[in-house]
């Protein structure tokens, strides 16, 4: 349910349906894929909201339980969203460093979308870093990637990155003339 309100930007309902949600599986102290998932997004949406730290501890803890439950993919996402929590800081060089680790522990894993989102990060924190021209070409084909998997929403996202922040720093890349 939280997912469905923040995308309907109804954050605080969101962070309350969370909340619960992480406060039961907290009290269970099971560790599995749905811990490190809820966690991990709980951390996220915090520190999209502006709870810095509150959503770095969560973070951190979801990272430390996917690591538990050896599960390669789940350390790719806890690490995926660390990079997050930097690019929301606006620390560019640690969201890179993080979306790096990202990558290279999604590619040893079969999750397409994992990489995916890995790859998107890195060119979106390229973007911000004001490295327009090579990340362009870069985008286009992650959004044709994304495309081709069926996900329409990461596609979306990589095709709209570019001319938000291009526009945004004025430095959008001049079309040839044929």
């Not at 907290?26 to 949406?45: C, N, P, Y």
């Not at 060089?93 to 680790?101: F, K, L, V």
């Not at 979308?113 to 060119?123: D, G, I, P």
Request: hydrophobic share 40%; charged share 20%; net charge positive.
């Amino acid at each position: 349910m939280a997912r469905v309100f923040a995308g309907q930007g109804r954050y605080g309902a969101a962070l309350h349906s969370m909340q619960d949600a992480v406060n039961l599986l907290r009290q269970s102290k099971e560790m599995t894929w749905l811990t490190v998932e809820a966690i991990g997004g709980w951390g996220d949406l915090l520190a999209q909201v502006g709870r810095a730290p509150e959503g770095k501890a969560s973070l951190e803890e979801a990272l430390s339980d996917a690591h538990q439950i050896k599960d390669e993919a789940y350390v790719a996402m806890a690490t995926n969203w660390m990079g997050d929590f930097y690019y929301y800081q606006g620390d560019y060089a640690n969201a890179r460093t993080q979306y790096a680790q990202a990558l290279a522990i999604a590619s040893r894993t079969p999750s397409k979308e994992t990489q995916l989102h890995a790859k998107v990060n890195l060119a979106k924190t390229d973007l911000a870093l004001g490295h327009a021209a090579a990340v362009v070409p870069v985008l286009k084909k992650l959004s044709q990637d994304a495309d081709g998997l069926g996900l329409k929403a990461d596609s979306v996202s990589a095709r709209s990155i570019w001319p938000r922040r291009c526009w945004r720093r004025r430095t959008m890349p001049q079309r040839s003339r044929h």
